[in-house]
């Protein structure tokens, strides 16, 4: 899967162990935060009915490909279908020019490739050839190999000053990992806004996880060129990093100091407005704009609350140290673990 930043992929396991040791015990688990659909994944493979969503359109595709697709009805096609994405000729377009020579995220040669088997997939798709399951697929295999020859720290914020080694590689399509269907019946994945979602799914989850993000670092920002591959729609990009202008525009209240407090509250509220959702499992670390205080009195009214504290590694940019353009250190690496805390409400 995709590098990224605040995947819960190390956490993964607890989150299993918490969710089973609900009680009542829960079969329906929505995921309204999901990034790469990590979390959703491995629920859907433990047994749970899993609905993702996620406002951002890679993050849509990942949760399409990861929770929503069954192993059983795309395996084959989807098999061919990248086979003959790997037998074509680069021919370098929109991508390579502006993610490998107005900036340098990938070389030239891969980037001729990415285009090419994306217009590929356009083309599948025009022709009327493609579900929407089987397109997510076909993307995520494009976005993750992708992602293996990329020349970042994991952020898509900038690039590397010089090559890193593993851009210098010939990118390479793999089947992703998509899972036989749950058995507790139809998996789904979506694209709205978290409060939408989490009104949508009062009355269908027994479990809603959030894990929305803890402060100002903003995804689309830091994922344009997912955004921009899976959307294939050829914006016009600013800055060093080449980013689509509607970064500019496109926002999330997590992100915001002030809004932060009421967007989780309504989300929160929105979740519990019905009877069904039975429990509501929480992920923040102590480095966000709320504080462990601030979060608890939100979900305590509503029932026992526990909170469990897991002491994390911090992300990339805390590992490596802070950097000019230039590329040369002019800071020295920050704090490198935190604590993850999951708050773990079962109503009364
Ligand atoms: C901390 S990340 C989730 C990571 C995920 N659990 C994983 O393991 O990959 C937060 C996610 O929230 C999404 N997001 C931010 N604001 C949102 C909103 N208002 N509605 C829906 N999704 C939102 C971001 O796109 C990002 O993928």
Known sequence: ??????????????????????????????????????????????????ISNDHNAYAETLARCYVQADLETHRAEAGLRIEQLMALSPQAGYFTKTFCEESRFF???????VDAMRNQIAAWEGAGLLTEELKAILLVSLMEAADRVDSTT????????????????????????????????????????????????????DLVYLDPPYNQHKYLGNYHIWETLVRWDAPESYGVARKRVDCRERSSDFNSKPRIASALHEVISACLAGQRVQHLVLSFNNEGYLQREDISAMLAPHGTLDVIEVDYKRYVGAQIGIHNPKGKRVGKPGKLRNTEFLFVLSRS
């Open 1 to 50: 899967m995709i590098k990224y930043l605040g995947s819960k992929r190390t956490l993964i396991p607890r989150l299993l162990e918490v969710f089973g040791a609900l009680d009542p015990k829960p079969t329906c688990i929505a995921d309204l935060f999901s990034g790469t659909s990590r979390v959703g994944h491995a629920c859907k493979k433990a047994g749970y009915q899993v």
């Open 107 to 113: 070389t030239p040669k891969n980037g001729a490739r």
């Open 154 to 205: 994991g952020l898509q914020m900038a690039y590397l000053k010089s090559w890193a080694p593993r851009a210098e590689k010939d990118m390479e399509l793999r089947m992703p990992e998509v899972l036989s269907n749950g058995k507790h019946g139809t998996c789904t994945a979506t694209g709205i806004d978290a409060l939408d979602a989490a009104r949508a799914c009062a009355d269908s989850a």
